[in-house]
Protein backbone atom coordinates (compact mmCIF):
# COMPACT_ATOMS: atom_id res chain seq x y z
CA UNK A 1 0.00 0.00 0.00
CA UNK A 2 1.80 3.05 -1.08
CA UNK A 3 2.53 5.73 1.51
CA UNK A 4 2.05 9.45 1.04
CA UNK A 5 4.33 12.39 2.19
CA UNK A 6 1.68 14.72 3.71
CA UNK A 7 2.17 17.66 0.95
CA UNK A 8 1.21 15.01 -2.04
CA UNK A 9 -1.99 13.79 0.71
CA UNK A 10 -2.72 17.29 0.97
CA UNK A 11 -2.44 17.77 -3.07
CA UNK A 12 -4.72 14.44 -3.92
CA UNK A 13 -7.12 16.00 -1.44
CA UNK A 14 -7.06 19.55 -3.14
CA UNK A 15 -6.36 21.07 0.26
CA UNK A 16 -3.01 23.37 1.57
CA UNK A 17 -0.39 21.71 3.42
CA UNK A 18 -1.08 23.66 6.98
CA UNK A 19 -4.95 22.41 7.06
CA UNK A 20 -3.80 18.95 6.44
CA UNK A 21 -1.33 18.91 9.51
CA UNK A 22 -3.98 20.47 11.61
CA UNK A 23 -6.15 17.43 10.78
CA UNK A 24 -3.35 15.04 11.71
CA UNK A 25 -3.18 17.10 14.89
CA UNK A 26 -7.08 16.76 15.44
CA UNK A 27 -6.74 13.41 15.09
CA UNK A 28 -9.10 13.83 12.32
CA UNK A 29 -6.57 12.00 9.50
CA UNK A 30 -4.97 8.49 10.37
CA UNK A 31 -1.29 8.33 9.45
CA UNK A 32 1.58 6.33 10.13
CA UNK A 33 5.04 7.92 11.68
CA UNK A 34 8.35 7.18 10.06
CA UNK A 35 11.48 6.44 12.16
CA UNK A 36 12.19 10.61 11.77
CA UNK A 37 8.99 11.21 12.99
CA UNK A 38 7.21 12.32 9.76
CA UNK A 39 3.53 11.52 9.00
CA UNK A 40 2.97 9.42 6.14
CA UNK A 41 -0.71 8.84 4.69
CA UNK A 42 -2.20 6.01 3.32
CA UNK A 43 -3.84 5.91 -0.39
CA UNK A 44 -6.74 4.04 1.77
CA UNK A 45 -7.21 7.06 3.71
CA UNK A 46 -7.11 9.90 0.92
CA UNK A 47 -9.74 7.51 -0.16
CA UNK A 48 -11.76 7.80 2.77
CA UNK A 49 -11.65 11.26 3.24
CA UNK A 50 -12.54 12.31 -0.12
CA UNK A 51 -15.24 9.65 0.35
CA UNK A 52 -16.33 11.38 2.85
CA UNK A 53 -16.77 14.96 1.65
CA UNK A 54 -18.56 12.94 -1.57
CA UNK A 55 -16.14 13.69 -3.50
CA UNK A 56 -14.41 10.40 -6.13
CA UNK A 57 -10.55 9.47 -5.11
CA UNK A 58 -8.32 11.11 -8.03
CA UNK A 59 -6.74 8.94 -10.56
CA UNK A 60 -3.61 7.46 -9.66
CA UNK A 61 -0.34 7.34 -11.24
CA UNK A 62 -0.28 4.55 -14.05
CA UNK A 63 0.98 1.44 -13.49
CA UNK A 64 3.36 -0.26 -16.09
CA UNK A 65 1.91 -2.78 -18.15
CA UNK A 66 4.86 -5.36 -19.68
CA UNK A 67 3.04 -5.85 -23.52
CA UNK A 68 0.04 -5.48 -21.66
CA UNK A 69 -2.01 -2.72 -22.57
CA UNK A 70 -3.07 0.19 -19.97
CA UNK A 71 -6.58 1.63 -20.00
CA UNK A 72 -5.80 5.68 -21.06
CA UNK A 73 -8.24 7.18 -22.45
CA UNK A 74 -12.25 6.10 -22.88
CA UNK A 75 -14.47 8.11 -25.29
CA UNK A 76 -17.33 7.63 -22.59
CA UNK A 77 -18.36 10.48 -20.41
CA UNK A 78 -19.99 8.42 -17.86
CA UNK A 79 -16.99 7.17 -15.68
CA UNK A 80 -17.47 6.65 -12.01
CA UNK A 81 -14.49 5.48 -9.79
CA UNK A 82 -14.99 3.46 -6.54
CA UNK A 83 -13.79 0.47 -4.64
CA UNK A 84 -14.95 -3.00 -5.08
CA UNK A 85 -17.46 -4.09 -2.76
CA UNK A 86 -17.87 -7.89 -3.70
CA UNK A 87 -17.58 -10.46 -6.37
CA UNK A 88 -20.06 -13.10 -6.89
CA UNK A 89 -19.32 -16.01 -9.85
CA UNK A 90 -22.10 -17.75 -10.71
CA UNK A 91 -21.43 -20.15 -14.43
CA UNK A 92 -20.82 -17.99 -17.38
CA UNK A 93 -21.76 -14.73 -15.18
CA UNK A 94 -20.55 -12.30 -12.31
CA UNK A 95 -21.63 -9.83 -10.55
CA UNK A 96 -19.36 -6.86 -9.03
CA UNK A 97 -20.47 -4.21 -6.80
CA UNK A 98 -18.62 -1.20 -6.27
CA UNK A 99 -19.01 1.75 -3.48
CA UNK A 100 -18.14 4.92 -5.18
CA UNK A 101 -18.92 7.25 -1.75
CA UNK A 102 -21.69 6.20 0.24
CA UNK A 103 -23.33 4.94 -2.99
CA UNK A 104 -23.19 1.50 -4.50
CA UNK A 105 -22.90 0.26 -8.26
CA UNK A 106 -23.87 -3.10 -8.95
CA UNK A 107 -22.78 -4.61 -12.82
CA UNK A 108 -23.42 -8.01 -14.72
CA UNK A 109 -20.51 -8.79 -16.38
CA UNK A 110 -18.95 -12.13 -18.36
CA UNK A 111 -17.14 -14.75 -15.91
CA UNK A 112 -14.17 -14.28 -18.66
CA UNK A 113 -14.38 -10.59 -18.26
CA UNK A 114 -13.91 -11.34 -14.23
CA UNK A 115 -11.12 -13.72 -14.98
CA UNK A 116 -9.23 -11.26 -17.06
CA UNK A 117 -9.93 -7.90 -14.82
CA UNK A 118 -8.85 -10.18 -11.97
CA UNK A 119 -10.71 -8.23 -9.18
CA UNK A 120 -11.14 -8.55 -5.98
CA UNK A 121 -12.66 -7.15 -3.02
CA UNK A 122 -10.73 -3.86 -2.38
CA UNK A 123 -9.82 -2.94 -5.50
CA UNK A 124 -10.42 0.06 -7.19
CA UNK A 125 -12.16 -0.31 -10.80
CA UNK A 126 -14.30 2.06 -12.86
CA UNK A 127 -17.66 1.93 -13.86
CA UNK A 128 -18.19 2.98 -17.60
CA UNK A 129 -21.66 3.63 -18.43
CA UNK A 130 -23.29 4.18 -21.68
CA UNK A 131 -26.82 4.10 -22.05
CA UNK A 132 -28.45 1.42 -20.31
CA UNK A 133 -25.16 -1.00 -20.40
CA UNK A 134 -22.38 -0.73 -17.08
CA UNK A 135 -18.87 -2.19 -18.02
CA UNK A 136 -16.12 -2.84 -15.25
CA UNK A 137 -12.23 -1.72 -16.71
CA UNK A 138 -9.09 -1.68 -14.16
CA UNK A 139 -5.95 -1.27 -15.01
CA UNK A 140 -3.93 -4.19 -16.38
CA UNK A 141 -1.65 -5.10 -13.64
CA UNK A 142 2.19 -5.10 -14.25
CA UNK A 143 3.45 -7.82 -15.59
CA UNK A 144 7.07 -9.62 -13.68
CA UNK A 145 9.34 -10.13 -15.42
CA UNK A 146 12.09 -12.75 -15.51
Aim: no cysteine; charged share 30%.
Amino acid sequence: MPLLTVRQAAERLGVGYSTLKQWIYKGSVRTTRTEGGHHRIAETEIERLLAKEGRLPSTRAPRRAGGGGVLMVVSGRNRLRGIVDEVRRDGLIAQVRLRIGDQRLTAVITRDALDELQLKRGDEATALIKATEVMIAREAPARQEA
